[in-house]
């Protein structure tokens, strides 16, 4: 049965992503691999949230984090939408470059703490709107908003199509976008979740595949979250297309090196560079799909 949305706001307003030792906490790894606990919403507890989420995607960044993938530039002084805020990391990155920011969550622990971020920033007067909203029934007109975009959020929606629908009406004609969404053709979904806990550990004999990756993605310390269901890339073209005049969808690999290592320990740093990469753009976790509204 596919969870409704009360359940799923109370899952993360209970067990947000902090980027913590264990997720939903406050206890984080600290620069010389201790451990460090801080007050939830205090600047510590930010600048830990941070630092774990930039080491994680150290490839996507330039001069600026995630600079490989977000054009700060091409929109300074427009309206960005960020759909599923969380903590409010990237929505402050987008402030801080510029941008007129509008942050969205279902959970209100998200819109608590990214408001709470925001004041520690010295942005809460710069005229940023941060509040709670359901992806699938935003409350904003047609054509508001000039880029939105997503990280890792709308794989826990139960209706991943009308979110992605509702995130292109609210975008001006030519605006751009950018979704990441987990990847079913994955090294760790096939690996970690359909062969090791699916067929090895036979939970798939009692666990739907949507009930299998529920279970053993984010929060899977804990028995999981409500709902969690990866795409193919081929799956993501068919779901932007209808929206998109430009679409690119492609693997962001940044998990693969981590992985492997834990299912190959120590044979990672005899692989070949250039294999590695190839790899990651392949069968890595996170799938990219940008571009711009027809």
């Given amino acids: 049965m596919i969870a409704g949305k009360l359940a799923i706001a109370d899952y993360w307003a209970a067990r947000p ?55 700060y530039a091409r929109y300074r002084g427009k309206a960005v939408l960020e759909v599923g805020c969380g903590q409010g990391g990237m929505s402050q990155m987008w402030a801080e470059r510029g941008a007129r920011v509008t942050a969205v969550d279902l959970n209100p622990d998200a819109i608590a703490k990214t408001r709470r971020r925001f004041e520690l920033a010295g942005l809460a007067a710069a005229g940023h709107t ?80 949507l009930e299998l990756a529920s279970r053993y993605t984010d929060g899977d310390r804990e028995e999981g979250n409500p709902h969690t269901w990866p795409i193919t890339a081929r799956e993501a073209r068919r779901l932007f297309a209808r929206h998109a005049s430009r679409l690119e969808v492609r693997v962001l ?33 996170s799938l990219w799909s940008s571009g711009e509204k027809r």
């Fill in 253 to 285: 690999g940044t998990d693969i090196e981590p992985l492997l290592d834990q299912v190959m320990p120590g044979l990672v740093r005899r692989i070949p560079r250039l294999i590695l990469k190839a790899w990651a753009r392949r069968w890595g976790w």
């Fill in 17 to 71: 992503q902090t980027y913590a030792v264990e997720h939903g906490g406050a206890t984080f790894l600290g620069a010389d691999h201790e451990l460090v606990t801080v007050d939830p919403g205090s600047r510590e507890f930010f600048e830990h949230a941070d630092r774990t989420l930039l080491a994680w995607n150290r490839p996507l960044h330039d001069h600026d984090p995630f600079g490989r993938i977000f054009p």
């Fill in 130 to 209: 941060i509040r709670q909203e359901d992806a699938s029934a935003l409350s904003f007109g047609d054509a508001s908003f000039n880029y939105a975009y997503s990280w890792g959020v709308l794989h826990h929606s139960p209706d991943l199509d009308r979110s992605v629908a509702e995130l292109a009406r609210v975008l001006k004609p030519g605006g751009g976008f950018g979704v990441m969404l987990y990847n079913r053709r994955s090294l760790l979904y096939g690996y970690q979740i359909a062969y090791l806990e699916g067929l090895v550990h036979a939970e798939r004999r009692f666990l739907s595949p």
